[in-house]
């Protein structure tokens, strides 16, 4: 149980074009889901927070408006990147709220811009 | 606000021995502890987590820790590595009394282990 999804598990765009990434949990319904962000050889960086039906909470320095996402139902969260550009290449991972104060990963995906 | 610090970026054990992995965290209420494994090109797969009762947790593929709140740590162990432990360890800790934020996650740095046959 409690199986997280993500797709595309790897894209390349063009810089410009936009970018949208599906988290899904799989097995259960998932109230909160949240969004991390992890470059090469480091450790992940959470960059929102996105509850079912409302807007989601970005944390510090992470742009709302290039950054989109959605959660509009209880087993789905989109992540898109808008107007993409070569350092948005990063490797992105979004996570289920679980049990208290646990987390069920997605398998992540790695973006690349060109 | 909490922190989680992991003390060696990187460690090499040979096949068979002890792995050792430390964590030590920073923090104002007592918290909920967990360690994580990332395998290249993979999403985070839990190993174990401490929440509240025996301090002593065994996780998967054979791993455990210690939750030491006098000394601020919970540290992983393994008694005899295998090849396939090779993988990046993340230490992460949440706050189980900050309302809507106690499921966030504050991630140390990461260490990675290699085992060398």
């Known amino acids: 149980g409690a199986v997280v999804s993500q797709h595309p598990s790897w894209v390349i765009c063009k810089s410009g074009t936009s970018v949208k990434i599906e988290c899904r949990s799989l097995?259960?319904?998932?109230?909160?889901m949240f969004w991390y962000r992890q470059f090469p050889k480091q450790s992940l960086m959470l960059m929102a927070t996105?509850?079912?039906?409302?807007?989601?909470?970005?944390e510090q320095g992470v742009e709302k408006d290039k950054f989109l996402i959605n959660h509009a139902s209880l087993t789905l969260s989109t992540l898109t990147v808008t107007s993409a550009h070569p350092e948005d290449s990063s490797f992105y991972i979004c996570?289920?709220?679980?049990?208290?104060?646990?987390?069920?990963f997605g398998p992540g995906t790695r973006l690349t811009v060109t | 606000a909490q922190s989680v610090t992991q003390l060696g970026s990187h460690v090499s054990v040979s096949e068979g021995a002890l792995v050792l992995l430390r964590c030590n965290y920073s923090?104002?209420?007592?918290?909920?502890l967990f360690w994580y494994v990332q395998y290249p090109n993979q999403g985070l797969q839990l190993l174990l987590k401490?929440?509240?009762?025996?301090?002593l947790v065994k996780g998967i593929n054979g791993f455990e820790a210690e939750f030491k709140k006098s000394e601020t740590s919970f540290h992983l162990t393994k008694p005899s590595a295998h090849m396939s432990d090779a993988a990046e360890y993340f230490c992460?800790?949440?706050?189980?009394?900050?309302?809507?934020?106690?499921?966030?996650?504050?991630f140390g740095k990461g260490t990675k282990l290699s085992v060398i046959p």
């Open positions: 992460a800790v949440s706050d189980p009394y900050s309302g809507a934020g106690s499921y966030q996650l504050t």
């Open positions: 996570s289920a709220r679980g049990q208290p104060g646990e987390q069920y």
């Open positions: 097995d259960f319904q998932a109230t909160t």
């Open positions: 996105s509850n079912e039906g409302s807007k989601a909470t970005y």
């Open positions: 923090s104002s209420v007592p918290p909920y």
């Open positions: 401490y929440t509240t009762g025996a301090t």
